[in-house]
């Protein structure tokens, strides 16, 4: 198995492109399923996620045909088309490895009326249940049947779900994406109260909306929709990810360096501007993106995740990373996920001085931290100690890089372009 080797204490400083974003990309593809047209999907990053997104939707019948397989190219271009579904079964081969094959129930069920999918289970990071996904479906009219670790969902006479209105009773981003991909064919209104609002789901519904679906108030709690009998092909650009982004953000804040975030979309990504800030980074905003330089000692913060526009869970790790060596104690608090602490005995190994409480963390600044070889069990928490990695003195050694390969594009290249020095090494 690869592994990065970093030497760190390098100050990074350049311009890094920022690719479209996985979390997007993994809410657009499925979108697929919902037309018997083509669906062109463009600045897909290259990430062994969206492969394997690919794949799932080649056992359900979709062709995949994917360009801009050149070196040195950022992003690619992949054009999708379910002109005949061949299963409407996701396996559990496939949800175990990819959390977000989970996104194929709402579409499956709209189009062919029935969907059987593997039921997710656990995680590294937590419990991640789908009974709010469930609710959601049967709200707008579909029939749930759990058994033999399979959930399956039809709708009424295997034909179109009727619509409803559902209050989600905490935000939820994947079930506010299954229902409102469920509700676009219904034949009636739906009314998602309580809806995510994160950046994904806007992207979600404008895609949808090119589409040719009716669908207002994204981007707010209420959602509403007004089913149609049809959607059509076309093609969409998927939006920056704004958690690759900040993740360099706190690369440029650790190393005292300053990066050019290059395609950003400043709105998506306040609250961890506003972090940034407060941690004593300097920000310009310009026409293509954003300019983050460290001015001066990290300064601590305290931050507790929530739901858009709060401070994104899949920064806190990141945020983690960068506050070891801030000047004085952070105190962190993980609201969505009971488990998303497993970066910290890595980064202790590193000289981090951390203590945790159940969903709260202390971090106690320090002054030096040292290379070693490190892993970690989840995608986020391997880039906080690639974080880490290039602050410390001497040789990060970070294994099980198949998470990074989840959701960082050209990893390596992208840093070492700023000034990292980093490989990947084959064998680790
Ligand atoms: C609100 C939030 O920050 N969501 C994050 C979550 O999305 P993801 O879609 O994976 O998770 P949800 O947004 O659905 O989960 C939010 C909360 O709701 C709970 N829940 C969810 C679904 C359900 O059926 N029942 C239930 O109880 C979860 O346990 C969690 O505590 O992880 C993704 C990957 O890290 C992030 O990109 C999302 O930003
Ligand atoms: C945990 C993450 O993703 P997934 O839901 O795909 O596991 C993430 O993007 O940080």
Redesign the pocket.
């Known amino acids: 198995m690869d592994s990065i080797v970093i030497q760190g204490g390098k100050r990074l400083e350049g311009a890094i492109p920022i690719s479209g974003a996985k979390?997007s990309a993994l809410t657009l593809l499925p979108c697929a399923i919902l037309t018997d047209e083509k669906l062109t999907l463009s600045n897909l990053p290259r990430l062994a996620d969206v492969d394997s997104f690919g794949h799932l939707m080649n056992e359900l019948g979709v062709s995949t045909k994917i360009e801009g397989m050149h070196k040195g190219e950022i992003g690619r271009r992949m054009t999708l088309r379910a002109e005949n579904l061949i299963s409407t079964v996701a396996p559990y081969d496939m949800v175990r490895r990819m959390?977000a094959s989970i996104l194929v129930l709402g579409p499956l069920l709209a189009r062919a009326g029935d969907a059987t999918v593997s039921l997710p289970g656990g995680c590294a990071?937590?419990?991640?249940?789908?009974?709010?996904?469930?609710?959601a479906l049967e709200a707008i009219g579909a029939e749930i049947e759990i058994a033999a670790g399979f959930v399956r969902a039809t709708a009424p006479g295997g034909k179109r779900l009727s619509g409803g209105d559902f209050t989600f009773p905490?935000?939820?981003?994947?079930?506010?994406?299954n229902a409102v991909m469920a509700a676009v064919l219904a034949a009636g209104r739906t009314n998602l109260y309580n809806a995510?609002r994160?950046p994904?789901i806007v992207d979600l519904c404008r895609l949808l909306q090119k589409m040719g679906a009716h669908i207002e108030g994204e981007g707010s709690p209420h959602i509403k929709i007004e089913g149609v009998e049809k959607l059509h092909g076309c093609t969409y650009a998927v939006m920056p990810d704004r958690?690759e982004a900040g993740s360099y953000a706190c690369a440029a804040g650790i190393t005292g360096g300053s990066v050019d975030l290059i395609g950003i979309r400043p709105e998506d990504m306040l609250a961890t501007t506003n972090a940034l800030v407060q941690a004593g980074l300097m920000i310009e905003f310009h026409d293509h993106g954003m300019k983050v330089s460290a001015d001066g000692p990290l300064r601590p913060l305290a931050l507790s995740?929530?739901?858009?526009p709060?401070f994104?869970?899949?920064m806190q790790a990141q945020f983690m990373a960068m506050l070891c060596r801030a000047k004085g104690e952070s105190f962190l608090e993980e609201?969505?996920?009971?488990n998303r602490y497993m970066h910290v005995p890595e980064l202790r190994r590193m000289g981090a001085n951390i203590d945790v409480r159940g969903r709260s963390a202390i971090v106690h600044g320090v002054d030096h931290m040292t290379g070693a070889k490190v892993m970690a069990t989840d995608?986020?928490a391997s880039m906080s100690l690639i974080i880490a990695g290039l602050a410390a003195e001497g040789e990060t050694e970070v294994l099980r890089v198949y998470h990074l390969d989840r959701g960082y594009e050209r990893l390596e290249e992208k840093l070492s372009a700023v000034g990292a020095t980093i490989e990947r090494r084959g064998g680790g």
């Open positions: 979390n959390r990071i937590g419990d991640r249940p789908i009974d709010l996904h469930l609710q905490v935000v939820s981003v994947g079930a506010t994406e995510a994160e994904e958690i995740t929530a739901p858009f709060g994104a869970t899949d609201t969505i996920f009971e995608l986020r």
